[in-house]
């Protein structure tokens, strides 16, 4: 470290962020997490006897992913180097293996190397590491808030250990408030600020889970709020409401959060539940997802799972992905709202969707059976030498506008695909379709 290094750190503790200035630099004072660092698991105890092998922290903003990691820094005997990955290229790495080996060779020391936003690092990039790993050079600690078995590389997942960090209870981002107002040293102390009541279950609540959103609005508040009568900043209802004016959700866009969002939405629909529907609904529109994709996502389940159960679904589904489109927000949220509402209590049926996955799997699976020739064309000269269209019977010249004729080749003639359900409108099909082959 040289003196610019350490003039940065030093200024860094005492005017970074409050968030920052708060990281515990003890195991013991880290704030939740019990499912990992509680004192009898293995996380706990392999920081503790300073034995860690390649380890990946997954989970959402705020969580305390860098802060283990800073933990790990201040436990650990061996040498510990951070780089982030949305500003670190191929030659950083390159500089950090190349200490990393000088450091082992020359005074056996291990390097521990934390790489937060893991999943920034492309292919080429996170392949790099690979050898490196795997022959002890560095002990790798990823950190990154999507799915690392979706963005980070399968070899580099079985060469680690993955942990999962929840968002933090309500009464675990209370104590932090609480430890941030009270630490005279890194905190808030000096400002002699206190909180009342309902503004601490106002902000704790409202975080989300989220350690920095909570402790970045406390410093907006105190640092914002004159000083009282008393001498004293008082940090009201009012004020904590205007430090977090929004509710920031766990939801990106291109991240996991967006698909768990989306099935539960789906799921939702599917099993006739509208509340939990809309509600779902309102989570992504909240976060700002397209309003094109949501309806996209409706008129797939009132195809695949109303189907002609209710066949109404899919016109009102369909419409409402062009009303969206000529709309945008805010009306589209109404749009979609009672689109996602009628699919939800719509009559369930999957049998459109079962008829084409099994046709399309004997289609790929099995050979090309021959379309009888009574149903091939006949209309193009010497149709009729070759006896195509010879022998078709014209539905509507009999009764019902039916006749029994088989119309699937022969390999598969007594092959079913389309088995109407007996839900909704799918119940009439049954009793049409009984109907006229019995009076055929």
Do not use: W
Not at 152 to 177: G, H, M, Q, W, Y
Not at 183 to 203: H, M, P, Q, T
Not at 411 to 437: A, C, M, T, V, W
């Amino acid at each position: 470290m040289d003196l610019f290094d350490y003039m940065r750190n030093k200024t860094m503790k005492t005017e970074g962020p409050l968030a920052s200035r708060m990281r515990p630099t003890s195991l013991d004072d880290v704030v939740g997490q019990g499912h990992i660092i509680g004192k009898d698991k293995l996380l706990y105890r392999a920081i503790k006897a300073d034995k860690l092998s390649s380890i990946i922290f997954y989970g959402p903003p705020g969580t305390g992913k860098t802060t283990l990691a800073k933990v790990i820094a201040n436990t650990t005997s061996s040498i510990f180097t951070q780089i982030n990955a949305t500003v670190a290229g191929k030659k950083d790495m390159e500089a950090v293996i190349k200490e990393a080996k000088n450091n082992l060779g020359m005074y056996g020391k291990k390097t521990i190397l934390f790489i937060d936003e893991i999943h920034r690092f492309n292919k080429g990039q996170q392949d790099y590491l690979l050898p490196f790993v795997e022959d002890g050079t560095v002990i790798l600690i990823g950190a990154t808030t999507e799915n690392p078995y979706f963005e980070v590389n399968s070899a580099l997942i079985s060469r680690s250990i993955v942990f999962e960090l929840k968002p933090l209870e309500k009464e675990d981002v209370k104590t932090l408030i609480l430890r941030a107002l009270q630490d005279k040293e890194n905190g808030l102390g000096v400002y002699k600020a206190v909180i009342e009541d309902d503004a601490l279950e106002f902000l704790s609540d409202m975080a989300n889970g989220d350690a920095r959103s909570a402790l970045n609005a406390i410093e907006l508040g105190v640092l914002t709020t004159e000083r009282a009568e008393d001498g004293l900043i008082h940090i009201t209802l009012d004020v904590a409401s205007e430090c977090i004016q929004k509710r920031v959700l766990k939801y990106d866009k291109g991240g996991d959060n967006h698909y768990d969002t989306i099935s539960a939405f789906i799921k939702s629909m599917r099993g006739s539940d509208p509340d939990a529907a809309i509600y779902y609904l309102a989570r992504m529109l909240y976060a700002g997802e397209e309003v094109a994709f949501i309806a996209r996502r409706i008129m797939i389940c009132a195809a695949e799972d109303v189907s002609n159960a209710d066949p109404n679904a899919l016109v009102v589904a369909t419409n409402a992905a062009l009303a969206v489109e000529r709309l945008g927000m805010p009306e589209a949220r109404i749009v979609l709202a009672q689109a996602a509402a009628y699919v939800a209590c719509a009559p369930k049926s999957n049998s459109a969707y079962c008829a084409i996955d099994a046709a399309m799997e004997v289609v790929a699976n099995e050979k090309t059976a021959t379309i009888p020739p009574y149903l091939m064309d006949a209309h193009y000269k010497g149709a009729a030498k070759l006896g195509h269209g010879i022998g078709y019977k014209y539905a509507h010249d009999y009764k019902n506008h039916y006749v029994k004729q088989q119309y699937l080749p022969d390999e598969i003639k007594d092959r079913r695909f389309y088995i109407p359900s007996d839900n909704g409108y799918e119940k009439k099909i049954q009793e049409h379709l009984k109907k006229i082959k019995e009076e055929a």
